[in-house]
């Protein structure tokens, strides 16, 4: 039984911020690693950033700098810190278990996705 849902989504201007999470089972967090993905109209899912089960983070290349992936082992959860948000950021934002940075995954779930929208 795993599940993932993801929170935390909503609309922006430029330059804000936003914090997603995604309540993971307990069975499989402590596991697995951790990813947010997203994907735009019209473009492919891309990873974002990944968490391995022992702390260490892999981000895409527009993310760094101004994203932080952690997580809470107490809460079974784990976030995206999204700062100095860009129009381009908009996606529908998805958590994933099982997946290692390079996109291999030794499990595969996905949580429902929240809608970013980085606007003006």
């Known amino acids: 039984q795993v599940q993932l849902v993801e929170s935390g989504g909503g609309l922006v201007q430029p330059g804000g911020s936003l914090r997603l999470s995604c309540a993971a089972s307990?069975?499989?967090?402590?596991?697995?690693?951790m990813g947010w993905y997203r994907q735009a109209p019209g473009k492919q899912r891309e990873l974002v950033a990944a968490i391995t089960s022992g702390g260490s983070s892999n981000y895409a290349d527009s993310a760094k700098g101004r994203f932080t992936i952690s997580r809470d082992n107490a809460k079974n959860t784990v976030y995206l810190q999204m700062n100095s948000l860009k129009p381009e950021d908009t996606a529908v934002y998805y958590c994933?278990?099982?997946?290692?940075?390079?996109?291999?995954?030794?499990?595969?779930?996905w949580g429902q996705g929240t809608q970013v929208t980085v606007s003006s």
């Open positions: 994933n278990a099982g997946r290692d940075y390079r996109g291999i995954p030794h499990v595969d779930y």
């Open positions: 307990r069975n499989i967090f402590r596991l697995y690693p």
